[in-house]
């Protein structure tokens, strides 16, 4: 049961001065009006002398009234775990005022309630014709499956939040900050949806189409791990969902299914979600296809399409970015291709490691074990990024552990295949230590605070790995 404000709820005491304040006046007029009819020497059966009979049982009537109404939206507030509507509570009170007006014009002014009755209910006739459309819209907004905060959509396109129900029209605020009102027997006449029912959160999904080459473990890799990056989807209980809609001349269509939590962040939720999708593939160096056709002999296999794309992958990461076609393609040719699974760990903290890894598909999660045994997450690991480069460049044990979030792909170089280019290319050592210097100068806030001794701590950081590279190669002066 939902908990009130004890002094904005409808029996707190501010709503309770006014029956209050009104109930006085009427024991006070019950009181005080012998001595001043006497007083005043007023004729019996006077204007004055009825005004003065009949004031205290106007006042306890309407104080009476106003009481009731207070009792019932209180019931109801309780009843539906959250202030009644507008609409709601101006029907409460219209029935009371008009149940309060009956038997005071029946008991107090001795109105026959027959004649009461026949006439009231010829004017209910002469009024519910004349205004039907109105009772119509009236009744229609009792019975409306929304409430004030809900998202909803109507047949017209109009989407936005419901900020007014009232007995004509519900009012709505669009994501552009425009107002609309919709009759509300408009409303009922054509399908709407509503966004914030059963639950707060929702399906999203758009389609991409991919080509025919890539598979499906691929593209769950790329699609869920674009996905999955917004942090407002991984919190939610339920997880996103990769589907094929169809096969087309250009490739297959896939429809990315994901939830949001509410409506109104939808659209920049969308966007995140398509961003960090062309970022995966960009660096996973798919392409969208187009209308164009292209015919090519089956003897060009995947072979050299993949090592040209594996070469341009690498080009597109820093740390070897100052690397030569040639050193590329020989570097290419011998990555090792790892294929994770959800859950799997990658590297583990604290074991021996001579080898990074390049991730090109899908999300990783970076957590370090503190001294109290308790590991914490400290990032992720996004396509087109590396991590265990000290490990292959200086023979450091793994600085934290790299678990896969969903199943990825990613390429491990070790340091036998970096050892040969090493030696044979001069200052190689060099610039890779100026990168991984830099690098940790980024990560380090206290260094990035200091910008005027930037350069410096850059320059002694980047000797220290050197040295470090080194002596775990045992390269010559000469060859770095």
């Not at 929304?146 to 004509?168: H, L, S």
């Amino acid at each position: 049961m939902a908990a009130f404000d004890p002094v904005d709820h409808p029996l707190g005491w501010r709503n309770l001065i006014t029956p209050s304040v009104l109930a006085l006046t009427a024991a006070g007029l019950k009181l005080g009006w012998a001595p001043v009819q006497m007083r005043l020497a007023l004729p019996e059966g006077s204007l004055g002398d009825r005004i003065g009979d009949n004031m205290p049982s106007l006042a306890a009537s309407a104080a009476a009234a106003m009481l009731i109404i207070r009792i019932i939206q209180f019931l109801a507030a309780r009843r539906m775990g959250a202030p009644p509507p507008k609409l709601m509570r101006q029907i409460i009170t219209l029935l009371v005022w008009a149940a309060t007006c009956g038997i005071l014009a029946g008991t107090v002014f001795h109105v026959p309630m027959g004649s009461l009755v026949t006439t009231s209910g010829m004017m209910v006739a002469v009024v519910g014709i004349a205004l039907k459309n109105m009772i119509s819209d009236l009744a229609t907004g009792l019975s409306l499956p929304v409430k004030v905060g809900d998202w909803i959509e109507v047949d017209g396109g109009d989407m936005g939040r419901v900020v007014e129900v009232t007995w004509r029209a519900t009012r709505l605020i669009t994501r552009a900050d425009v107002t609309v009102i919709i009759p509300n027997t408009h409303l009922m006449a054509k399908p709407f949806r509503n966004f914030s029912q059963p639950e707060a959160y929702f399906r999203d999904q758009f389609r991409i189409t991919l080509p025919v080459s890539v598979t499906s473990e691929q593209a769950e890799r790329v699609l869920l791990g674009a996905a999955y990056q917004v942090e407002a989807v991984a919190a939610l209980p339920v997880p996103p969902e990769l589907r094929i809609h169809a096969f087309s001349d250009r490739g297959v269509d896939w429809e990315l299914r994901y939830y949001v939590p509410d409506a109104e962040r939808m659209s920049g939720i969308r966007y995140k979600v398509q961003s960090n999708l062309l970022h995966a593939l960009h660096h996973a160096g798919i392409e969208l296809p187009g209308l164009l056709i292209e015919w090519r002999r089956a003897e060009e296999t995947a072979i050299r399409r993949l090592g040209d794309s594996v070469a341009a992958f690498l080009k597109g990461i820093d740390l070897f970015a100052s690397l030569d076609d040639d050193d590329l393609t020989q570097l290419a040719a011998n990555l090792r291709p790892k294929l994770v699974s959800a859950g799997t760990a990658v590297v583990n903290q604290g074991e021996p490691g001579e080898s990074l890894f390049v991730l090109k598909e899908g999300l990783l999660a970076v957590s370090i074990t503190g001294s109290d045994g308790l590991d914490t997450m400290v990032g992720q690991i996004l396509p087109g990024q590396f991590f265990g480069e000290m490990s292959l460049l200086t023979g450091a044990p793994r600085s934290a552990t790299v678990i896969a979030t969903i199943d990825s792909l990613a390429y491990e170089v070790c340091q036998a295949e970096l050892a040969p280019l090493l030696r044979c290319r001069q200052g190689l050592a060099h610039r890779l230590s100026q990168v991984l210097a830099a690098r940790q100068l980024r990560n380090a806030p206290k260094l990035e605070a200091a910008r005027l001794t930037l350069d410096e701590n850059k320059q002694g950081l980047t000797q220290q790995i050197m040295a470090k590279i080194n002596a775990f190669f045992r390269l010559g002066p000469e060859v770095a």
